[in-house]
């Protein structure tokens, strides 16, 4: 697969670039890959090398940031993507069996995507909401909180329903 920016993206980099020095313009890495995710659903290995040519920084260093944060996808996902915290202050207070509830109710396991291309399930790493556990993230933009089995349930019709 090949990846070609279009001038529509390459001047969303540019925007971005240009809050920066001009000698610190790879400081735009996570603003470009959320760019090219928010374009394609994903991003692809041929978009980091794209976005390390246009900030002239090695591709494995882009590389390292798209691996480092969980929001960045790497690999398609589903039209809705569902991060769980289940990290220790949340897995006290139910963050795992949130996830366990979702992923069984369904029919995947953690990091898999429904069927019919709706839904993504993944744990994640802290959200920082503890005190508000189980939480969640939807499609990297709407958190929600005290995620009980009800309240899961009922997110999980609506976002199917809304397809």
Not at 54 to 72: C, K, S
Request: overall charge negative; glycine content about 4%; proline content about 6%.
């Amino acid at each position: 697969m090949t990846f070609a920016l279009t001038d529509a993206t390459r001047a969303l980099f540019d925007r971005e670039v240009a809050k920066y020095p001009p000698d610190q313009k790879q400081s735009a890495v996570m603003a470009c890959l959320s760019i090219v995710q928010h374009e394609q659903g994903w991003v692809p290995p041929q978009a980091e090398e794209a976005i390390a040519a246009h900030l002239g920084m090695a591709p494995i260093a882009v590389r390292e940031v798209t691996t480092f944060y969980n929001m960045y996808n790497q690999q398609p996902v589903g039209r809705f993507k569902l991060n769980i915290c289940t990290n220790l202050p949340c897995q006290l207070r139910n963050g795992q069996t949130a996830l366990d509830h979702v992923c069984h109710k369904l029919g995947v396991e953690p990091y898999g995507t429904t069927a019919d291309g709706c839904i993504t399930v993944q744990p994640s790493e802290c959200l920082g909401a503890c005190a508000d556990a189980p939480v969640m993230l939807v499609n990297d933009r709407e958190m929600l909180s005290f995620m009980s089995q009800d309240r899961l349930d009922e997110l999980i019709d609506t976002l199917k329903r809304s397809v």
